[in-house]
């Protein structure tokens, strides 16, 4: 049993494969270009008031989401138009086109993440859906509050990238040798949770909401939450924790 693991689920899981590509300019420009369509036309759409535009940018289950997260709400666009209200009253606005053009872009198969440079905003996911490229559930413009902007006030830095993880890389290989089977959630929920990951002086933390990934899916690949943070000095460890954990 690989020890030092606190987990929300009851085992550590196996690996599981796929590993995402830091888009570079080349292979991969055609779904890069439609990702960041999808976010300017977002970023258009609630601009001007067009949300009915904005849901038709938003997976169903995304859709679903951003109305079971607003009480009374009938439908996505009246839902979404709540949402943002609350959240431009919270002082949390949209990226703009500019932000956009300049964000990292990360790819991992049918999902995406676009990483703000300034940081003002969570990163924004999206998924690949028949051809489409469309935001993600659990994604910040889907009403789901990130816990990346807290936890980074907190003193953790943020993951993004297989390669922001790859400290971890022996713990990885200690629990596929302990064959350990992956867990699955119970009963997940559109509010999540988060799990953490204690091994060698370091600490790993993310965030999941609909569907829960396991600890070796995440520190493979980043996108498949909502929030990845970590901490490698062990003197910072416990102090970091403690305050990220009023996120």
Known sequence: ???????????????????????????????????RDTARELTRAIATGDYERACEL?????????????AGAHGCAFALRRSRERATAAGAGMPTVR????????LSGD????????????????EKHSGRWLVAADSPASGQRSAATCWRRAG??????????????????????????????????????????YADGWVIFYQYGIHEPTN????????LAIAVAYVRDPRRVQAVVTRASDC
């Open 156 to 197: 953790a830095s943020i993951a993004t990238t297989p390669g922001d993880l790859r400290f971890a890389a022996p713990f990885l290989e200690r629990a596929r040798e302990a064959g350990e089977a992956p867990s699955a959630a119970t009963d997940p929920t559109a509010d999540g949770g988060v799990n953490y990951v």
């Open 1 to 35: 049993m690989v020890t030092g693991v606190v987990r929300a689920a009851a085992s550590l899981p196996a690996l599981t494969a796929g590993v995402a590509v830091l888009v570079a300019g080349c292979g991969r420009a055609s779904d890069e270009q439609q990702v």
């Open 99 to 106: 932000d956009i053009d300049i964000a990292t872009l990360v």
């Open 111 to 126: 999902r995406a993440i676009l990483s703000w440079t300034s940081g003002a905003h969570d990163p924004q996911r999206f």
């Open 216 to 223: 070796s899916e995440v520190i493979r690949d980043p996108t």
């Open 58 to 70: 938003f997976s169903l289950e995304a859709q679903a989401q951003v109305e079971t997260a607003t």
